[in-house]
């Protein structure tokens, strides 16, 4: 489960990031701003997660993996869904760029710290796997959001786009601790201290 996991935020992580080309001409047309400044959107979306990872980091060192992830997952789903209400391009960058962005910093990192330590022997294998959900994201996002756009207009495709989001925090409930009585002992000292 938690290899699933750690492939399922992975594609949600990734797909929604590089799909944001697709949601981009319609984001221009309906809010009659520049490229340029539309652009920042995906920018500052794209570079968020990354940007944050000390944060993240400190976050699911002080928690563990299942609680960062799952608030994490809640977080993006916030910044997702909050898009709905946004009247300007500055705020969609806000809500959507920074708050998305940080909220999927904690599953991004957590994909990529939690599969060596629950898998000591085929660790390699295990990591791939993980990570292949990076490439299997675009694939199924970029279509599956043209889709919904032509279907719902922008606004039900992110509707929908945060409902799959939010799932992200779902799979952050089967993180769980690989020795919870251990954990409860020594809390600063979790696991998560020696790879983060």
């Keep these: ?3 699933f996991s750690a492939f399922i935020f992975n594609v949600i992580v990734d797909g929604c990031s590089y799909s944001f080309g697709v949601l ?7 809010f ?15 570079s968020a997660p990354l940007l944050c990872g000390p944060v993240a980091s400190f976050v699911t060192n002080r928690n563990g993996f299942q ?9 993006a789903f916030i910044g997702l869904f909050s898009i709905l209400f946004a009247p300007s391009v ?12 940080i909220g999927f910093s904690l599953p991004y990192l957590v994909s990529s710290v939690i599969v060596p330590i629950y898998f000591h022997r085929k660790v390699a294998l295990a990591s791939g796997v993980a990570e292949c959900g990076s490439g299997v994201g675009p694939l199924i996002c970029t279509p599956l959001l043209e889709y919904l756009i032509s279907e719902y207009g922008w606004r039900g495709a992110i ?6 989001v939010a799932n992200t925090a779902v799979c952050g409930a089967v993180n769980i601790p690989l ?11 979790n696991d998560t201290c020696k790879y983060a």
Excluded: H, Q
Aim: hydrophobic share 40%.
């Design 1 to 3: 489960m938690i290899l």
């Design 90 to 101: 500055e705020i969609l960058c806000i809500t959507f760029g920074v708050i998305g962005g």
């Design 32 to 46: 009659k701003s520049s490229r340029s400044d539309t652009a920042w959107i995906g920018s500052v979306f794209a």
């Design 159 to 164: 509707l929908i786009t945060a409902g799959i």
């Design 24 to 30: 981009y001409t319609r984001l221009v047309k309906d």
């Design 67 to 75: 609680k960062a992830s799952i608030f994490g997952g809640i977080i």
């Design 179 to 189: 020795n919870p009585s251990s954990e409860k002992k020594d809390e600063g000292n």
